[in-house]
């Protein structure tokens, strides 16, 4: 036997035995079903790619929280279907949650579009339900009672882009992006925070959803000879427009894309072009919120990867829906919303904190840029791991 | 004749079951059955231009997201009941499916068919572009209680679509579209008014999904570009279609409620396999059997003597 | 309007019909001889983009490098169709058009199963000559570039291919006339197993380069069959010139509608374009008419 597998076997015995002490402390937590927590996540179609991290979210806070005992002494379990990003497959699949599985709390799905039509289901049902992954107010605007916005209003996404313009003395913005209902409600909110921080809009033009090439903005861009270039971005059209950029040798001073960047893998797929860019995050690992160290930890040794924000906002939802409970010890639904509608809660992702329609105002965006490879928030000061680096750098060919 | 009055047995019980389900008060089987019904009934839609005129489309969403768009905007900016606003859609993409369907009938086979689905790309970015339908941001309906209505209209439509396919089935102007499938050269030197019968066929099969479009706005209670011109909604209709059996007055109704049981059962247990196993489950089907289930089994019924 | 930007936008119009000719010359291949639309070719274009991007990201080959061993891995794939799945279909069946076209539909959702499972859903890419040579004040991208050229030695090599070789005149006899073909002793199996080979291996090519200049996921390949049959409806069926010219065209518009209308209407036009021309004419630009 060698060390390892010795101190393998070791950590195999203590965990048994701590196992055995924490069942035997707890005999009522085996007796009593399961909590089950229902949702939909979008495992295969057009939003595969940042629901993956938004899943892993809730599947960490369920794994800490059955390690600790569960809620009021009762295991948790996740129930979630692949909705397949779409949004009537999520309406028939939150109503089997409902009425099949008989789940007892609900939480969110990902996109505003599919947030939007499940909505519907929660207030029906008059169950609580915290959407951590829609970013538009429009869905909150039309009288919800029993859905709780999640995750950072998507106006506050170009705050820090904004900033950091003004305080280079970068005059001149350009606004690009998809017209799609998400990065449509970023791109509508510039020209007036542009306007308060006196900046002047030359360009501002969205194109469509699986656009067949950028090469025809990144030249009106090129003639419009921006300070600064904001593209409304998710992955694929960021490097799109990135690659376009480049081709058509368009040097702003600051290059901006809203979300795409954020994903950790922008930097394996963008390569050395990816260094300068800014991009917008709702949380970082170095945010002094409720947790946070915990959570990075906790989440790095169970799926071996970073968490970046989407999972960070899931695991805040579950964050709240456990404060209601615990303060409530019981599972009623309106005491929960109750809770949900008045109560500010420290999560991971900063104060939760709703108004009256549903709003998120408790949580805050910040700015991340691309140094060397890697992301550090550079905005705003008080949380920077690095000084932002400007002018963006002349391309190398 | 044993074999048909079973056939009409089950229909009667599924009908009444459909008509009953609501009644459970249980909203998951009322979406269930809506996913179903909504389906069958685009399926029938299809099976007119494709499966009797032998025009294979691709891109009848088109109609479905301009009756979608109907009863959004009617409700929300003109407020009109929804129903009124979907009858209206389905008005307004008969009257454009004329001109639309005499300019695209010009097109053949494969070029039809992607020709359709260039159209409904066109569509959405159109609907983007144009601001009274709330562009990429979409519009908001009144949430409620609009399943349950959103249901009856599906199903009635669902129902429409069965009786009119079969009285087609039988009557001169399913026998022209036939001929025309199999030869239109021939049927034309015969005095078969080709474009006249291919034009009403498209028509007739552009106002279900118009209307069921409108539904699925009420049921939805959001429209937004990506989420309503669905190649994906498209492309399962077709394949329950073919399924079924094209061209046959109980394919879409058979590929339609087999398929959508057997893809709800695999997305639910297959996650991350599910389109494989849907696409290798199409290539089969369609190499055992390929005129689809509904002929397979009546030429087995006929062989037995049953039929 | 100053010159240099007429040029520029006409430079970036014409490589972006380069990229366009890349994705459809491979469709053309096979439609030419096989008359099926394979729905399926833009997944192939997909399934080797995403290939190339694991490739380069984990071994260090560049798409260039890696080139033979995709064109060589896309004609087995599509040796694969064509013997296990299109011909077990019955050839002289009314239906065998329609049928064709939902078999390779078949084809193409389990080949985007198939990438999911392999690849996930994840957006992949290369970041290889993502730069570009500049000329006084133009700009010409280097990857754009490329694929442009190897879109026009493909096209050349094809034509030399079918006018001057043995095989070549047979597929040519095979695409203009099966009974008139088979009489003269050419094996049709053989024809058309060989188009989906050869064409499959020109959309792994596609892959490869496109892999360069956009990130794609597993649902990305509709839009490149679209756009490969837009090209191919427009210039003519089993047209390789008319390939050139429809996706020159495309492109072309593409840039300049983009530039000086709306990106939107930019990217609406290759399915106007495409719908217009076959309307006027049914046969494409320089294809010869087909009943």
Known sequence: MNVTSRLTALAVCGGLLAGVAAGSGRAGAADQPPIVIGTTISQTGSYAEDAKYALQGYQLWVNQQNAKGGLLGRKIELKYYDDASDPATAVTQYQKLVQQDKVALLVGPYSSAITAAVANVAEQNKMPMISPEVSSVAPFKRGLKWVFQGQAQSTRYVAGAIDIAKQNGYKKIAVTGEDTAFPRSIAQAIPDLAKEAGLEIVFNELYPHNASDYTAIAQKIKQANPDAVFGISYFPDSIGLLRALKQANVTPKELFFAVGPTEPNFGKEAGKDADGVLSTTNWSANLKTADNGDFTKAFQAMFKSNPDYHSAANYAALQVLAAAINKNKSLDADKIREFMATTKVPTVMGTYEVDSSGIQVGYNSLTLQWQGGSQYVVWPASYQQKKPQLPFPAWTR | MIAKRAGYAVLALLFVVLLLAPLSGNGYIVSLCYITALFVALAYGWNLISGYAGYLSFGQITFFGIGAYAVAIGVTRFHLPWYLCAALGGVACAALAVPMGWLMLRLRGPFFALGMLGLAQTARILTNLTPISGGSEGIYLPPGANAIAAYYWTLAIMVGGVVLTAAIDRNAFGLRLRALREDERAAGTLGVDTTRSNVQAFVLSAIFPALLGGGYAWYLTYVEPNSIYSTEIELQTVAMAILGGMGTLWGPLVGGLIMSQVSESLSTRFPQTHLMIFGALIVVLLIALPRGIVPAVAAFLKKRGIA | ?291
Not at chain 3, 104 to 111: E, I, N, Q
Not at chain 3, 212 to 239: E, R
């Open chain 3, 1 to 291: 309007m100053r010159p240099e930007l007429v040029l520029q936008l006409t430079i970036d119009g014409l490589l972006l019909g380069g990229v366009f000719a890349l994705a459809a010359l491979g469709l053309n291949v096979i439609f030419g001889v096989t008359r099926i639309v394979n729905l399926a070719h833009g997944n192939i274009v997909v399934l080797t983009a995403l290939s190339a991007a694991i490739a380069f990201q984990r071994f260090g080959i560049t798409p260039i490098e890696g080139l033979p061993v995709a064109m060589v891995g896309g004609a087995l794939l599509g040796v694969i169709i064509d013997r296990l799945i299109l011909r077990r279909l019955p050839e002289d069946a009314p239906t065998a058009e329609t049928t064709s076209l939902l078999l390779t539909f078949g084809v193409s959702y389990f080949l985007v199963g198939l990438s999911l499972a392999i690849f996930t859903g994840d957006f992949r890419s290369v970041a290889y000559l993502t730069g570009s040579w500049l000329v006084g004040p133009l700009s010409i991208g280097k990857s754009r570039f490329l694929a442009f050229a190897v879109a026009i030695v493909i096209a050349a090599m094809l034509g030399v291919l079918l006018r001057s070789t043995k095989i070549g005149r047979a597929l040519r006899a095979a695409s203009q006339n099966l009974d008139g073909a088979r009489a003269c002793g050419v094996s049709i199996d053989r024809m058309r197993t060989l188009s989906f080979g050869l064409g499959s291996a020109i959309a792994a090519a596609a892959g490869a380069l496109l892999s360069m200049i956009y990130a794609v996921n597993p649902d990305s390949g509709s839009q490149f069959t679209l756009i490969a049959f837009s090209v191919v409806a427009l210039g003519g069926l089993g047209s390789y010139a008319g390939a050139l010219l429809g996706s020159a065209i495309l492109g072309l518009a593409v840039s300049f509608v983009g530039f000086f209308g709306n990106t939107q209407l930019g990217a609406m036009m290759p399915y106007v374009v495409f719908i217009l021309v076959l309307l006027f004419r049914p046969s494409g630009l320089l294809g010869k008419s087909v009943a």
